[in-house]
């Protein structure tokens, strides 16, 4: 479940001056393995200065296209984002782990359906495996896509998508949005509620939307979605993944239980059983117990971790992937999870 495979680089482009894409060789007997829906990431693993670095990206590409193909912006401060940028070189290899995540938009071409598309900075990267996606696969689908970024020298794929624009003509549409240039025929500013009205109220209002996409920023995610359900849209059809989690300071803190559990942890089908304290995270128990526990941020915006609780209860500090009803079934992140009783059971496999 948490297996890596050492993928040599196939190919790598500067998209922007501070982001590149990464293409990497799929060997034949891993073709199968690494097959994916659009919207899924991959998990990179390598050491960096004799540390361990796991970063996820997400997919770009379409899941038919035969590619393996991520897109890497370089952050202040960043270790993997500024080696990959600066250091990482075509033929080099990478640990990566096969393709996941929740974020997914699956085509059905029995049926025509239109979908709606807002994103911000590298937050367009499961955006654009989504719209190729639909483009190819649904070949009645009409796509929106709101996009905001800087300027368009910061636009990670602009010359793509103004191909696919053009290609898809009829059934393509993009509203860019620039916080920092005045260009013609995009709106001046950042996403925010004016954006959404204009887009869905007025340049649209006679398309019904059946499915809505975020991802980027919290801030935008919940501003987009907040006008969304005011205009009576059924939460079902927003889906949304973070590119960038809640400071420390605005997460809400649980009142974390100073005693001890005795925890089993299932992960790759072996079953280990020990005793931890409630104040560390179950995620940070199994690591210290050298179990192959499935991770990557450990920051609970990424589904790397997810785990099932079989018998017991725990806490998250915070949530910004599970809904009610998946936490009622005992899904739980194990980077944010704290044991709230005396035993606990969590499955790592029955996710």
């Known amino acids: 479940m948490s297996s890596f495979y050492k993928l040599s680089v196939k190919n790598i482009n500067r998209e922007t001056d501070k982001a590149i894409s990464i293409s990497f060789n799929i060997p034949e007997n891993l073709k199968d393995t690494f097959a994916f829906k659009a919207g899924q990431y991959i998990t990179l693993k390598t050491e960096i200065n004799g540390n361990e670095v796991r970063r996820d990206y997400s997919l770009c590409v379409a899941p038919k296209s035969g590619e393996i193909k991520v897109a890497v912006k370089e952050v202040k401060d960043g270790t993997f984002s500024a080696y990959a940028n600066k250091s990482l070189k075509v033929g080099d290899s990478i640990e990566v782990a096969p393709p996941k995540g929740r974020f997914v938009f699956e085509p059905n071409d029995s049926k025509t359906k239109n979908i709606a598309l807002f994103t911000a900075g590298s937050g367009i990267t499961p ?3 989504i719209i190729k996606c639909a483009l190819e696969e649904e070949v009645y689908s009409k796509v929106i896509l709101v996009y905001g970024n800087k300027t368009t020298k910061d636009t990670m794929f602009l010359n793509e998508l103004l191909d696919l624009q053009h290609q898809y003509k009829e059934r393509f549409s993009i509203q860019f949005v620039f916080s920092q240039q005045d260009e013609e025929n995009a709106i001046f500013g950042r996403i925010e509620k004016s954006t959404v009205n204009y887009v869905m109220k ?24 907040d006008v969304l359900v005011e205009h009576n849209i059924d939460e079902n059809k927003i889906h949304f993944e973070l590119f960038k989690a809640a400071k420390p300071a605005e997460v809400k803190e649980e009142v974390v239980a100073s005693g001890n559990t005795s925890i089993s942890i299932t992960v790759d089908e072996e079953t280990t059983t020990f005793d931890m304290s409630q104040k560390q995270t179950i995620l940070e128990a199994a690591l210290d117990e050298d179990l192959d526990a499935p991770y990557s941020c450990q920051g609970g915006i990424c589904s790397s971790c997810l785990a099932r609780i079989t018998e017991g209860a725990a806490t998250m500090r915070q949530n910004n992937i599970l809904t009610e009803s998946e936490v009622a079934e005992g899904l739980i992140l194990t980077c944010q999870a704290h044991p709230t009783t005396s ?3 969590i499955d790592f496999d029955d996710v």
Request: hydrophobic share 35%; net charge negative; glycine share 6%.
């Open 202 to 225: 007025n340049e649209h209002k006679h398309i019904e939307v059946d499915a809505y996409y975020l991802c980027g920023p919290e801030g935008m995610i919940h501003t987009v979605k």
């Open 343 to 345: 035993k606990l059971v």
């Open 127 to 129: 955006i654009l495996s």
